[in-house]
């Protein structure tokens, strides 16, 4: 039997993407590995018939196995209810499971407003790529054509969680951390291996020895120093007084170790910057404590970061503490099979680094199954603190929210907004209103909110054009209210605090 060739439906405007439809559908045909395993479908290439073009649409969409969609400047025609053909069919692929891959225009054009209300209910769903040319665009088809088939299995999968470490041996496993692990696995999962096994015989079980090599997991889990190896395995916890990222950092710290020390670390951290409760001894001698945040939804965000992050990254898992929140941010992204809103549903797990993954699932610190995130929720819902958000966007990042403890930012937020500028740093909101107009003090709230936001992303927001954004930007660095960190795409927004 020959490949499974998966069908892949391309929806985008028609008149605004002709040039790379056309483009995508000939590198579907002409790759040597594309067309081993994909089959491109474009409307256009249909043959005419009676049957009226939106239900071809629908109908071709759910024989898909996986949807691709270009968003531009464009909404399209729009049919009776007011809803393009191109937002249709993302509704069905939506509606029926089917897999979706989302590439974004960038660019600096005004958008129609329904175009930017649709990109944003896309993010809100799944994550998604930029491109600027039919090459960029290609590229990234590529790449993500790639990595589906990778997690398939149908083609090899060379990632670096069960790729052979060229020059490390078995020697360089410490022993004592891996007797740790044996007692603590044998204790959670009923681990078949006894403490004091050989090292061979534990690393085979674990499936982290071939050939006599071990991979480079096994060195993540149990060498004595994994940094020597892997520079970046490391997690860096920031602490801000205020809401924003700003100076002075009242602390830093950057934690290495096995990738149980690093969770360890990272939680202690985080636990050590919020509050904690306690109760009394009316039941007894031991008094309860109790922190803001769970310490399991804690150690569940963190753990997650460090089992799902890509290692081959050269950024770190991220830990920052603010006022009202908690970001745990890691240089991964979710896989294919799973969309942001999934993550609020029961779901199967798709481990980026399934070696790792069995190691702490042996240890107890993860389940199988997909419930992190499910945990996370629940447990932080139940402290009567807002849902939790997630994004995907370059890098994978948890968003725990905290009780904001200053009562006067307390009432400050619930009834304005971002509108305590003062507060926080010392800025007058009324008086950029005044002075600029409400975008651009809206422009600054989505700052405050998210500093490595886009000139696009916050045009979307406001419904907006993006270069009508970079023109307020630009108004606040010129007065002194913000200054730019880093590239233009990778970069991030500092506000800077006014002194009185």
Known sequence: MGNKRYKVFISSVQSEFEQERTA??????????????????????????????????????????????????????????????????????????????????????????????????????????????????????????????????????????????????????????????????????????????????????????????????????????????????TVKCTYFHGYVVQKPIPDYKEYGGTIFEMAEHAVDFILSKISLSTGTRDRGNLVATEYEIPRAVVAEAVINALAHRDYQSKGSVQVSVFKNRIEIENPGHLPEEISLEDLKLPHA????????????????????????????????VSKGLPEPTFSSYKTFKVILPRKVLDAKAEVDIAQNGTNNMRDIYGINSEQIRNKFGINVLRTLELIMEKPEMTAMDMATKLNLNSRT????????????????????????????????
Not at 43 to 72: C, W
Not at 469 to 497: C, F, M, P, T
């Open 349 to 380: 797990s798709y481990p980026a680094n399934p070696l790792l993954a069995n190691c702490l699932f042996l240890a107890g610190a993860i389940e199988r199954y997909g419930t992190g995130t499910l945990e996370i929720i629940a447990q932080t």
């Open 24 to 233: 995508l559908v000939e590198f579907f045909q002409s790759d040597v590995l594309l067309k081993s395993f994909f089959e491109p479908f474009v409307f256009e290439r249909h043959p005419a018939d009676s049957v009226r073009p939106e239900i071809v649409f629908v109908s071709e969409v759910e024989k898909s196995d996986i949807y691709i969609v270009l968003l531009g400047i464009n909404y399209g025609h729009e049919g009776d209810n007011g809803i393009s053909a191109t937002e249709k069919e993302y509704d069905t692929a939506k509606r029926k499971g089917i897999v979706r891959w989302v590439y974004i225009l960038n660019t600096t054009a005004e958008r129609h407003p329904k175009e930017n209300k649709l990109i944003q209910k896309v993010s809100d769903d799944v994550s998604w790529k930029f491109f600027t040319t039919v090459d960029e665009l290609k590229k990234e088809v590529f790449h993500t054509c790639f990595e589906f088939l990778k997690l398939k299995g149908k083609i090899e999968n060379s990632d670096f969680d069960n790729s052979l470490h060229p020059y490390a041996v078995t020697g360089d496993i410490n022993k004592q951390l891996l007797n740790d692990f044996i007692l603590l696995a044998r204790q959670k999962r009923n681990f078949a291996e006894k403490p004091d096994a050989p090292v061979e015989n534990v690393l085979k079980r674990l499936n982290l020895l071939r050939d006599n090599k071990i991979v480079n997991s096994a060195l993540l889990c149990f060498s004595d120093n994994p940094q020597q190896y892997f520079p970046t395995a």
């Open 469 to 500: 954004v970079e023109n307020y930007l630009a108004k606040l660095k010129e007065s002194g209210y913000l200054e730019r960190q880093g590239s233009k795409k990778d970069g991030r927004w500092i506000i800077i605090k006014k002194e009185d």
